[in-house]
């Protein structure tokens, strides 16, 4: 993966209006983990997607509401397993991109969220956290066609029922595209279902910190909110994020925060596109 490509590529002409740049929908949070929505949502914003949505149980909605007030704020209901109302069911199919993970903390509660969720008509999913470590108990055919894994190694060994070969990670990769019949971008390496893959070179081990890969999915959802197809926005944001990383090691050195990566993601992007 080289700059020369994404410039190639290119990304979707932004139009007039943030309803031009494309909506996206995180799902997830919890009160042990509120910052996780807000760190993948702010980062769709910063890589250019117009609108965006949080829907989040209702303990942390409100707090939410304040810290990030670009957002519109949708609490979930009381118990996962109870069907959504009819306005977040709207607020899903209106979406361009609908991210479901960051900051979920109960295996039982994410894989209900993830069902209802699902039943929605929804463009393009992407997974994340715990709505990957319960994707294998997920029938594929509940998910829409258009399906994004953002694993990292432990989660990518869940997918593919073993650890990941670390003489060959990209054939591993394939295997989880394959199986779940998804984009796959674990560590900046993308892979897809028909074996194609793209390795991300940039990024260091200042990435290596909390709340960097809700970070990274939401970067993913903010391209995919644009247009771009799966696989290129899976790589965009990856790029982005890793190059992200890049700009702060060189001006402040290995410890800056997550929260310090969503601006550069902005700056990332300017050094393809202008």
Known sequence: ?????????????????????????????????????????????????????????????????????????????????????????????????????????????????????????????????????????????????????????????ILLGREVDEGDPAADMVAIAERFEAVVNCYGLVATADGATWQVKEGGAGLGTSGSGDVLAGAISGFAARGVEASRAAVWGSWTHARAGDRLTERVGLGFLARELPAELTAAVAEISG
């Open 1 to 157: 993966m080289t700059p020369d490509l994404l410039r190639a590529w290119g990304l979707p002409d932004p139009g007039d209006s943030k309803k031009a740049r494309g909506q996206v929908i995180v799902v997830g949070g919890s009160r042990r983990s509120p910052g996780a929505v807000l760190l993948a949502g702010e980062a769709t914003l910063r890589v250019g997607a117009g609108r965006l949505g949080l829907m989040v149980p209702g303990s942390i909605e409100a707090q939410l509401g304040v810290v990030i007030p670009e957002a519109a704020v949708f609490a979930l209901p009381p118990r996962a397993s109870d069907s959504l109302a009819q306005d977040l069911i709207d607020g899903l199919e209106a979406a361009d991109a609908v991210l479901v993970g960051p900051g979920f903390d109960d295996p039982d509660e994410t894989r209900a969220t993830l069902l209802a969720v699902a039943e929605a008509k929804i463009r393009c999913l992407i997974l994340d956290a715990f709505a990957l470590g319960i994707l294998p108990d997920v029938a594929r055919r509940e998910l829409p066609e258009a399906l994004i894994l953002n694993p990292n190694q432990e989660e990518a060994a």
